[in-house]
């Protein structure tokens, strides 16, 4: 069974529940469902039957635990008040936070660093690439005042192989 025929069976399964435990369902979770199922005919739930007796996928199943998970532990909201903050995180939880937050904002650090590296790097390599072309031009504008018999004796391949290319 494809993932979209299982949300629709999980949708089916959602609409029998009773209201009070469908409204504890989260409204990201339920447009998720809808915007992601597939209609599918053969698929049928039986409100009278238990859910073990009925042909049921096991991708339903780990969707609907997930459901439920969320419906347990739903995410902590934190609000802009810092009491309030406080007062919903233990101080384990409000130390592994900072702790979190402080090595993403290490990786952040050391990512500004490299890319500042990279783009000094790149500024050497253009000013040398500049220099280079600046060489070649004199070679060549040199190499252009020989005469033309000296460079067809000496340099067989000047037209071919030009420095100027």
């Not at 500004?112 to 280079?132: F, G, H, P, S, V």
């Amino acid at each position: 069974m494809t993932k979209e025929k299982a949300l629709y069976q999980v949708k089916l399964i959602l609409d029998y529940l009773p209201y009070e435990e469908f409204c504890k369902i989260p409204e990201e979770t339920l447009e998720y469902i809808e915007q992601n199922m597939e209609y599918s005919p053969e698929i049928q739930i039986n409100p009278e039957k238990p859910l073990e007796e009925q042909e049921i996928d096991e991708k339903v199943y780990e969707i609907l635990e997930e459901i439920i998970k969320k419906v347990e532990n739903p995410p902590v909201k934190i609000k802009n008040n810092k009491t309030d903050i406080l007062n919903n995180l233990d101080k384990n939880e409000l130390i592994n936070l900072l702790e979190k937050y402080r090595k993403e904002n290490l990786k952040i650090l050391k990512a500004r660093e490299l890319i500042n590296e990279y783009r000094q790097t790149i500024e050497k390599k253009d000013k040398e690439i500049n220099k280079l072309k600046e060489a070649n031009e004199e070679l060549y504008n040199s190499l252009k005042k020989c005469p033309k018999l000296i460079r067809k004796i000496f340099l067989k391949t000047f037209n071919n192989k030009l420095l100027k290319e």
